[in-house]
């Protein structure tokens, strides 16, 4: 079972990413999905997450309207495309998975965990 976080980079602020996630060994439509990050210095926090059950997409409110979860069940893809991005979304960008709720509020509910991607944001 893996999960494999891709797509960050270094962006100026205002600018667009899209993260993706791959999971192999399982199949990412039976699990709920998220996105957490981590900034030097500070606690891993939750950014979005996917429900398993319905689609539901849940957002942090420091991203709301500006990014967008989907997922993508034929290619057990989920991504993460992030747009008028500021200097304060900078950190490791992690996918997780988990059997139970989609949530942003808890990392103890996502049993895998992505390495991680790098995005930096420059003002």
């Known amino acids: 079972v893996q999960l494999q976080a891709s797509g960050g980079g270094l962006v100026q602020t205002g600018g667009s990413l899209r993260l993706s996630c791959a999971a192999s060994?399982?199949?990412?439509?039976?699990?709920?999905i998220a996105w957490f990050r981590q900034a030097p210095g500070k606690e891993r926090e939750g950014v979005s997450a996917i429900s398993s059950s319905d689609g539901t997409v849940y957002y942090a409110e420091p991203v709301k309207g500006r990014f967008t979860m989907s997922r993508d069940n034929a290619k057990n893809m989920v991504y993460l495309h992030m747009a008028s991005l500021k200097p304060e979304d900078t950190g490791v960008y992690y996918c997780?998975?988990?059997?139970?709720?989609?949530?942003?509020?808890?990392?103890?509910?996502?049993?895998?965990w992505g390495q991680g991607t790098q995005v930096t944001v420059s003002s």
């Open positions: 060994g399982f199949r990412l439509a039976r699990y709920s």
């Open positions: 997780a998975a988990g059997p139970g709720i989609a949530t942003v509020y808890s990392d103890l509910l996502y049993d895998y």
